[in-house]
């Protein structure tokens, strides 16, 4: 008989001996939401008062990692419990939607289980009773979702709200006699960050804190960072900042000019014209970035919270998980950067905040590492489901218990792969500690070693300098255990697989 079959069979009985007092599942996710935009982690930028709600009423993680920041990838790991290297998917290929996720577990286990929103897995989803997704990126208003049967045009919308009226209906028309696995997905806070007017006025006129490091030098630091093309100074297009084109452009011409990367901006200030260059130029961008990424967070929070209104008022609240995370964090111009990719702090953490009144204690917090192949294992397990063995990660019910194993994980294995692609973010590998990090650019041969306890803001390179020879062979035999441990013996590898979609629908959709 077939793994899946087999994992399966295990499934159905489990479900049987465990009764009909599962938990429901939500696992709301949204996509580039960085860890320091929101108010539970600290956020000087922006308030999230909903967000802070599971906090508050439940658990926030401090230490939450993905195994490869960047979308596709993530997902995939996210669903199969796998890092890159196993589930198939290190770029952004099509996910075989015949491999097992924790979506057709959970469904073969009696849950009802819905997918809402965005997907980006290039197949169609498989393991759910009611899906309807965006097609690829997906479109910020106006947008078209699609279903197993056709797709749908939400004119005059904004995806945030329709995503979330979509998700609320779900819960609504659920079948009462069923435990429920809702995956609940926004396409925002990704690029080009577009708001809705009522938030986009909210921080039209504020003026953020640069980050400390916004004006990083890159000294010590690898060639890889140096040759990255997501620098807010050097790489934010025209379309990005919002600028609008010329008069009397054709629309091959206005594309061509949106896509541009000004070196000089003329603005209008107090009556009267104003170019911006250099220094100057560099924080008038940085800041129309982050009022628009930040007024889309403001959108996603006002609407988790509108969920939480409707859940709560179904009677759902006590035996219902909510999570919600991000598929990676994002630079907001930390390091001068936006996007993610790299290893570093802002690029490698999420948010995570979890609710669950008949398990988690309200107000807790806790710092035990925990990684996005984690995330399908915890579902799982809280369903009473049997964790397959071939998924690498490991269920986190213990640490929301407040009951972390004595022999829980002190170290995580990182992996990016997609070399050079939309960024020229070089392929490379690392391991992260409680204490200290070590980066390999493996093309350049270049390594890159953080101190995160008295260097949280990776800017000090210690690798090869003296008196650090130890910490480097330590944290390379470490990075070699777990690669070994996790059977990614292919270090070197370049090829990638192609690029494609299947399914009747995603067929339509492109990547």
Not at 162 to 187: C, G, N
Not at 236 to 252: A, I, V
Not at 321 to 346: A, C, N, P, W
Request: glycine letters at 8%; charged letters at 25%; aromatic letters at 10%.
């Amino acid at each position: 008989m077939r793994p899946l079959c087999l994992a399966l069979a295990a499934v159905l009985c489990a479900a049987a001996a465990e009764g009909a007092d599962r938990p429901n599942i939500v696992f709301i996710m949204s996509d580039d939401h960085a860890a320091q935009a929101v108010g539970a982690y600290g956020s000087r930028l922006n308030e999230t008062p909903n967000l802070d709600r599971l906090a508050r009423e439940g658990l926030a993680m401090d230490d939450v990692f993905v195994t490869n920041s960047i979308c596709t990838p993530s997902r995939a790991a996210m669903l199969t419990g796998q890092y890159s290297h196993r589930n198939g998917v290190p770029v952004f290929n099509r996910f075989d939607s015949s491999r097992q996720t924790v979506a057709r577990l959970l469904q073969a286990a009696g849950y009802h289980t819905g997918m809402i929103g965005k997907w980006h897995l290039g197949s169609d989803p498989a393991g759910f009773d009611h899906w309807e997704i965006l097609p690829g990126q997906g479109a910020y208003v106006d947008p078209i979702l699609y279903t197993a049967t056709g797709e749908r045009r939400y004119g005059g919308r904004y995806t945030t709200d329709v995503i979330t009226d979509l998700a609320i209906d779900f819960i609504r028309s659920r079948p009462p006699d069923k435990p429920f696995f809702l995956m609940y997905h926004h396409k925002a806070p990704h690029r080009p960050w577009v708001p809705d007017e009522a938030h986009r006025r909210m921080f039209a006129d504020r003026w953020l804190s640069e980050p400390t490091t916004f004006w990083d030098t890159y000294a010590t630091r690898s060639q890889a960072l140096r040759q990255n093309r997501q620098r807010v100074a050097d790489d934010m297009r025209r379309n990005d900042l919002k600028l609008t084109p010329p008069e009397g452009l054709s629309e091959e011409e206005r594309r061509a000019w949106l896509v541009v990367t000004p070196d000089e901006v003329t603005l209008t200030r107090d009556g009267r014209e104003v170019t911006l260059r250099g220094e100057e130029l560099a924080r008038w961008k940085l800041q129309r970035y982050l009022q628009d990424y930040l007024a889309t967070v403001q959108s996603i929070d006002d609407n988790v919270g509108r969920f939480l209104d409707a859940l709560d008022a179904a009677g759902l609240r006590d035996n219902t998980i909510v999570v919600y995370t991000s598929d990676q964090g994002f630079f907001l111009g930390e390091h001068g950067l936006y996007d993610k990719r790299f290893m570093y702090e802002e690029s490698l953490r999420v948010p995570f905040l979890v609710r669950w009144p008949a398990v988690i204690k309200p107000g807790t917090r806790t710092d035990a590492m925990a990684l996005n192949v984690d995330f399908a294992p915890t579902f799982l397990e809280a369903a009473g489901v049997p964790v397959p063995a071939d998924m690498q990660g490991r269920s986190l019910l213990p640490v929301w218990r407040g009951q972390t194993p004595a022999d829980w994980r002190t170290s995580m294995y990182y992996r990016y792969y997609h070399d050079p692609g939309d960024h020229n973010t070089a392929q490379h590998y690392g391991v992260r500690t409680r204490t200290h990090k070590l980066i390999h650019y493996w093309k350049s041969d270049e390594w890159e070693l953080f101190d995160l306890v008295h260097d949280p803001h990776e800017l000090h390179n210690l690798y090869g300098q003296p008196g650090h020879e130890r910490l480097a062979d330590e944290l390379k035999a470490e990075l070699r255990r777990l690669k070994s441990e996790l059977g990614d013996e292919d270090q070197f590898a370049e090829e990638q697989p192609p690029n494609g979609v299947d399914g009747p629908v995603a067929k339509l959709r492109g990547r």
